[in-house]
Nanobody
Framework: QVQLVESGGGSVQAGGTLKLACAASGYTVNSGCMAWFRQAPGNEREWVAALDSAGYPDYSDSVKRRFTVSRGNANNTLYLQMRNLKLEDTAMYYC?????????????????????WGQGTQVTVSS
């Protein structure tokens, strides 16, 4: 059974940093196609970043050059390092994973259906 558990959310001032983690069980992070999404109240879920099975990342324009997605193979965890946080980054953040191996756009696509989801971790950015 695959389980994804996010952590690392919290409250931070604009310009600050946070690092989210997504610990996986029943799933191999270092070869998986995984992604981060977020959803703010009243908004649709938004794709944020993804890491394909070869470890190549892609980012939405809204977070490019501020967020970094990576994986820790030793602890089977996906990370999202967030820098220079803005008020509009406030949302519930979710990690998601896919079955099988997916590369480049086949993994990165914001429209791709994801097989597994975590429960989310809240990020709140204040001025």
């Amino acid at each position: 059974q695959v389980q994804l558990v996010e952590s690392g959310g919290g409250s931070v001032q604009a310009g600050g940093t946070l690092k989210l983690a997504c610990a996986a069980s029943g799933y191999t992070v270092n070869s998986g196609c995984m992604a981060w999404f977020r959803q703010a109240p009243g908004n649709e879920r938004e794709w944020v970043a993804a890491l394909d099975s070869a470890g190549y990342p892609d980012y939405s324009d809204s977070v490019k050059r501020r967020f970094t997605v990576s994986r820790g193979n030793a602890n089977n965890t996906l990370y999202l390092q967030m820098r220079n946080l803005k008020l509009e980054d406030t949302a519930m953040y979710y990690c998601a994973a896919d079955r099988g191996l997916w590369y480049r756009n086949d993994c990165w696509s914001s429209k791709k259906t994801r097989a597994y989801w975590g429960q989310g971790t809240q990020v709140t950015v204040s001025s």
